[in-house]
């Protein structure tokens, strides 16, 4: 059965060969670790010798001699291994943080506005890190813990089973402990994470939002807000390390508890009076396997709380990960007509916004839709973006909306620009080939860019704050129509530019959206009396007709088109 992207063993998988090259000179390099009490003790045993005359101090240096040579090569195997293993985790935390924001674009904006951008930003990046060590360390440990230590045990039963029997009785008792950890070591990660989340939103709050505090006398109080936060989150992380790092002194003193029979039975040994014949350099030997071995089961214990930690990360990003998805390059569709028949929509819990809305439109029209403030036409638009279902139908060339690739039929425009931190081309471009230039000529913005010391090249900034707001939203605009879409749905894009200026974007946009159907939602009417079709909302319900024809019936419409041809409502 092939992994899937919200299971471990999918990364697993996908990193095989810096595995193998882990596997391989793990093995080799913690083979090669048991040489170390070898010699240890048969260099003690060679000083004893030369004492008592019966060796040379030629036999001493060359046994000193092959001992660094086997520690070069041990070392270079370390090396190695150390390597393809930060390789590995590397390699694991880049996929997982892809998948991870390929889940992210499967949710809605209502999801993520609900989780939060700190809670976001920590499953995005700190989490990932977290997941990704832990697989490291579950890595490195399996060779660096787990062959050495079966190598060290075999070195032991070698020379004494019954005393290795009976000092290895304390290493499990680490183990057994760090086990008994795993509730307080889980829930403090958990509580580490969520805060850390907290803090994140406090941050991107505090600066996002600095002007406005500011403007309004607020400092105070987000700062002391924030205090609070990054109180908390201090609190947690202390408590989080905690469990981890003050328990290793403790398996540490577990683990080594070994050493007193060791010193007292193997000394047995040594004097001819044990279960075993030993001479110096089996003692020796015997003691430093026993300490290394110690250790070694010291750090699996810690380890198994650093995998609890790694888990509670996992458990947080699973269902992102679950719901990725490779995004597939979906062409736009064929030029069609739309027809809305009966729509009605509602959010989620609350009361009817939208009411028996009816009408169709072809290729190259636009629809002027426009209404009194709140009346609903904003959520007319996003209906079109498919997050939320709805009552009657949306059908586009005799095919029901719901039932399409909705970002190959539907190009939305909203009110927030959501420009990249790139350059200018780029945020028209979003990585195509191809000239910028004709998208910025269509909204009357390339003698602007032009004039910019960089150009095309410019960047914007976070949300596009080096622009002015009419740039931005005439940015945004070039975009949409750049990766143009057989329904376009532009949700007041000229409520930042003069009049001059949104009839000639206009008269471009006949042009580039010839074979679009584009819904114009605007509180702006200076260019009605061109459009294809306008529509009145009002209370949810939508009157559609003609210029014309709504001048004559709708008392609401005449008034506020004839107060803005005589001067009023239009924006710099």
């Known amino acids: 059965m092939r992994a899937r992207p919200d299971e471990i063993r999918y990364y697993f998988a996908r990193e095989k060969k810096p595995l193998a090259a882990v596997t391989l000179s793990g093995i080799a390099y913690n083979v090669g670790l048991a040489a170390g009490p070898l010699f240890e003790g048969l260099l003690a045993q060679c000083l004893y ?11 001493m240096a060359a046994l000193a001699a092959a001992y660094v040579a086997v520690t070069v090569f041990v070392q270079g195997m370390r090396c190695w291994k150390r390597f393809y293993v930060r390789r590995f985790a590397n390699d694991v935390s880049r996929t997982m943080k892809g998948v991870l924001y390929r889940g992210l674009l499967c949710r809605g904006r209502r999801q993520l506005a609900e989780e939060g951008v700190g809670g976001l930003m920590t499953r995005a990046v700190a989490d990932v890190d977290a997941c ?69 939103g406090a941050t991107l709050d505090r600066v996002s939002g600095a002007l406005t505090y500011r403007v309004f006398g607020l400092e105070a109080g987000r700062d002391a807000a924030y205090d609070q936060a990054l109180a908390d989150y201090e609190k947690k992380a202390v408590a989080a390390g905690l469990w981890e790092n003050t328990m290793q002194p403790l398996y540490q003193a577990l683990s080594m508890l070994g050493v007193v029979p060791i010193i007292v039975l193997g000394g047995r040994n040594v004097l001819g009076e044990g279960w075993a014949q030993w001479d110096i350099a089996a003692f020796t030997m015997y003691l430093a396997c026993f300490a290394r071995l110690a250790a070694k089961a010291a750090k699996t214990a810690k380890l198994f709380n650093a995998v609890q930690k790694a888990r509670v990360s996992w458990g947080r990003i699973k269902p992102l990960l679950s719901q990725a998805q490779t995004p597939a390059e979906l062409p ?19 009361e009817e916004i939208l009411r028996d809305v009816s009408f169709s439109a072809r290729p190259g029209e636009i629809v002027g839709i426009t209404g009194a403030v709140a009346c609903g036409k904003s959520t007319l638009g996003q209906v079109f973006l498919g ?12 095919r029901e909306l719901r039932d399409l690739e909705i970002p190959a039929v539907v190009g939305y425009l909203g009110h927030q620009p959501e420009l990249l931190s790139d350059s200018i081309r780029e945020n028209i471009l979003l ?25 095309e090249k410019t960047v914007v900034g976070s949300g596009g704050i080096r622009l002015s707001g009419g740039q931005q939203a005439r940015l945004a605009l070039a975009r949409t129509l750049c990766h143009r879409r057989p329904v376009l749905v532009l949700d007041d894009p000229f409520s930042a530019v003069d009049q001059a200026t949104e009839a000639a974007i206009l008269h471009s946009l006949r042009t580039a959206a010839r074979d679009s159907v584009v819904l114009l939602l605007t509180h702006r009417l200076d260019q009605f009396e061109t459009l294809d079709q306008v529509a009145w909302m009002e209370d949810g319900r939508l009157d559609i007709g003609t210029h014309r024809e709504l001048m004559e019936r709708r008392t609401a419409y005449r008034a506020l088109y004839l107060g803005q041809k005589g001067g009023g409502g239009h924006g710099a």
């Open 49 to 59: 010798e030369i004492l008592r005359g019966r060796q040379t101090v030629g036999s």
């Open 132 to 200: 990704a060590e832990g697989m490291r360390k579950f890595t490195t440990e399996v060779f660096d813990t787990g062959v050495v230590m079966v190598v060290y045990a075999a070195t032991l039963l070698r020379c004494d089973w019954r005393l290795t029997g009976l000092c290895c009785l304390f290493p499990p008792a680490a183990f057994f402990l760090a086990g008994r950890m795993k509730r307080p070591v889980t829930r403090s990660a958990a509580a580490y994470k969520e805060s850390a989340g907290k803090l994140n």
């Open 332 to 350: 736009p569709a064929p030029p069609a007509q739309l027809t809305l028949t009966h729509l009605s929509f509602a959010y989620p819990g609350g």
């Open 387 to 398: 997050e939320f279902p709805y009552r009657g139908s949306i059908r586009f060339g005799g």
């Open 431 to 455: 990585g195509d080939t191809g000239s910028c230039r004709p998208w910025l000529e269509a909204v009357c913005m390339q003698a602007e860019v032009d004039a910019m010391e960089q150009g």
